[in-house]
């Protein structure tokens, strides 16, 4: 008897990990469900994949009722089975915290941390009915150590880590693994968002100033499979993020007088 179809729920498909990562699953034979608040982005992802081998639908992750309504849509065409949940969705504000307008810090904090745990609570019936099911939360470096200028999104990755470390003991009644990707910075659109200060300056050009390496969104795709399929709970994305796992674990001084000289300029 052949094995059924696996399926994964992707959000934050319209564009960047989400879309890279909805690609390669589709080119490796599953059914993927596109998911973004982004229509347009939606739109341009699923024209890139099999016409038989995804749904897509958009809604906001912070939404509750559009969370049920994506999980029974995406039930529906699947059978009610879930192997993957990849609550990718996120998005990237920063700047000083006190330059922070309120309606930033709420967007961050509720796409970021409440998004991930809306996800959590509406696919559970469907991952608990799925062998072998997992959930994939996409944190961050940013969860291994405290930036400057970026302490509200730290906070939301350094929750997401947490978040995927207790669940992943709860869920082992249920059989359903929960693990997390942590990418170093990635080329995607939130690398050129405008800073909450008014500068012009955005994260990328800091970044290509201080020679920073930057990843491509494929790399992300691929750690992200590995995330569905091997036996870590965090996976790292590229070498960058691996050493800062290590430094931050064994050498956290260091690391944090290298954060300062980085971002803030400070000898």
């Excluded at 968002?193 to 494929?218: A, F, M």
Aim: charge should be neutral; aromatic fraction near 8%.
């Amino acid at each position: 008897m052949a094995e059924p179809q696996k399926s994964i729920f992707v959000t934050g498909a319209g564009s960047g990990i989400g879309r890279a990562t909805a690609e390669l699953f589709a080119k490796r034979g599953w059914f993927v469900g596109l998911f973004d608040v982004n229509p347009k982005g939606l739109e341009e992802t699923a024209a890139m994949l099999p016409e038989g081998q995804r749904i897509s639908m958009a809604f906001d992750v912070r939404d509750r009722a559009g969370w049920a309504r994506a999980v029974e849509t995406f039930g529906q065409a699947t059978n009610r089975r879930m192997h993957v949940l990849f609550n990718n969705a996120g998005v990237g504000k920063g700047g000083p915290i006190e330059e922070m307008s309120a309606e930033d810090i709420d967007l961050v904090l509720d796409v970021n941390l409440k998004g991930v745990i809306n996800g959590v609570n509406a696919a559970l019936p469907l991952l608990r009915e799925t062998p072998g099911a997992r959930i994939v939360n996409t944190a961050s470096v940013a969860g291994v150590f405290g930036a400057p200028n970026l302490a509200v999104y730290c906070a939301t990755k350094f929750g997401v880590r947490g978040l995927t470390e207790a669940l992943d003991v709860e869920f082992s009644r249920y059989g359903v693994r929960v693990v997390s990707l942590m990418p170093w910075f990635i080329d995607t659109a939130i690398l050129d968002g405008q800073p909450s200060d008014g500068s012009n300056r955005r994260i990328r050009d800091t970044l290509t100033e201080n020679k920073t390496p930057i990843y491509p969104v494929s790399m992300a795709a691929e750690r992200a499979w590995d995330a569905a399929h091997g036996s870590d709970i965090h996976y790292m994305v590229g070498k960058e993020a691996e050493r800062a796992r290590f430094f931050a674990r064994f050498f956290p001084g260091a690391m944090r007088n290298q954060i300062k000289k980085q971002f803030s300029g400070e000898s």
